[in-house]
């Protein structure tokens, strides 16, 4: 594994565990400025005040254990990486198709979109 594919999935994993601490502050600043969530079937959200107002509402509905499976991770290059995973937690399951993060100059890892498609949501 490429040393920028382990960086993104420690900070993945870092990402997750601010979900699951209901941290919605923390999962944003995860975010670039101009990023796009594109969360099916909710819809698009651009730029992190857009996010934090799908983010915040939602994980203060009660959603959490965020687990993350059969994840997939490539670096397109140094600056850029991939990643794909099946999820569950207590509200649903469904597929991340794409979170797109890219290292900044400060060498801090952004997310700069995220794809994923809630497939089956629990009562």
Partial sequence: MKPAEQ???EVS???I???NRGDVDACVAGYKSDAVVNAKPYGSFQGTEAIDGFWRPF???GAGDLVYSNVQVRAIDDQTV????DWSMNVGSGVTT???WEKQ???EWLLEQGDF???KQLP
């Fill in 7 to 9: 960086e993104v999935l």
């Fill in 13 to 15: 994993r870092q990402w």
């Fill in 17 to 19: 565990a601010s979900f």
């Fill in 59 to 61: 994980m203060g509905s």
């Fill in 82 to 85: 991939v990643l794909s995973a």
């Fill in 98 to 100: 794409l979170e797109r």
């Fill in 105 to 107: 100059p400060d060498g």
């Fill in 117 to 119: 498609e809630v497939l």
